[in-house]
Antibody, heavy 121, light 110 residues
Framework: QVQLQESGPGLVKPSQTLSLTCTVSGGSLSTGRYYWSWIRQYPGKGLEWIGYIYYTGSTYYNPSLTGRVAISVDTSKNQFSLNLSSVTAADTAVYFC?????????????WGQGTLVTVSS | QSALTQPRSVSGSPGQSVTISCTETSSDVGGYNYVSWYQQHPGKAPKLMIYDVTKRPSGVPDRFSGSKSGNTASLTISGLQAEDEADYYCCSYAGTYAWVFGGGTKLTVL
């Protein structure tokens, strides 16, 4: 059974860069049938897709975040990471990493437990 | 503002059926059949309940079913049980490898 686990600072100052890592266990991130995703949930509960990465390094981002977001992958560590720059209080959210099945079918089937990131000075 | 509109809340008594709607309000989303539904209990990660509009992952009770008509997808839960009380989110492929979620619906089991 695939498991995902987010890690990173829970508090980030405004204008700085939010950095999180997702460690995948129970399966290889290099399997070609999946995109590896970041999704956040605001305190008011809405979910927002941030972006995802293929094991080859191809990335796709939410157009509303283009320019501030970067997702990278380290296949040797079975990890992928999120960097979100120039953060404001509006970026305060629970950040989830998730696996997205692709091909003939598309859905997010495995999720990490989520990590709360607060943007505050 | 989400391109998928869900009712903020629905409720039902144990044993009854409830339906949660998810209406596409943006032409950017329209027409894709990659609609999925997620259940989220407080403090937990979302759990996949339905994918590709109507398909159920292994382990999800057959009390959960999905459908779509026009620009509205629906999740129906029959034979409501107390443990079904949760938030439910729809999600749709929006083209160009992008995704959009609905605003979520709180299901209360009376």
């Amino acid at each position: 059974q695939v498991q995902l686990q987010e890690s990173g600072p829970g508090l980030v100052k405004p204008s700085q860069t939010l950095s999180l890592t997702c460690t995948v266990s129970g399966g290889s991130l290099s399997t070609g049938r999946y995109y590896w995703s970041w999704i956040r949930q605001y305190p008011g509960k809405g979910l927002e897709w941030i972006g995802y990465i293929y094991y080859t390094g191809s990335t796709y981002y939410n157009p509303s975040l283009t320019g501030r977001v970067a997702i990278s992958v380290d296949t040797s560590k079975n990890q992928f990471s999120l960097n979100l720059s120039s953060v404001t209080a509006a970026d305060t959210a629970v950040y989830f990493c998730a696996r997205c099945a692709v091909g003939a079918t598309w859905y997010f089937d495995f999720w990490g437990q989520g990590t709360l990131v607060t943007v505050s000075s | 503002q989400s391109a998928l509109t869900q009712p903020r809340s629905v409720s039902g008594s144990p044993g009854q059926s409830v339906t949660i709607s998810c209406t596409e309000t943006s032409s950017d989303v329209g027409g894709y059949n990659y609609v999925s539904w997620y259940q989220q209990h407080p403090g937990k990660a979302p759990k996949l309940m339905i994918y590709d509009v109507t398909k159920r992952p292994s382990g999800v009770p057959d009390r959960f079913s999905g459908s779509k008509s026009g620009n509205t997808a629906s999740l129906t839960i029959s034979g409501l049980q107390a443990e079904d009380e949760a938030d439910y989110y729809c999600c749709s492929y929006a083209g160009t490898y992008a995704w959009v979620f609905g605003g979520g619906t709180k299901l209360t089991v009376l």
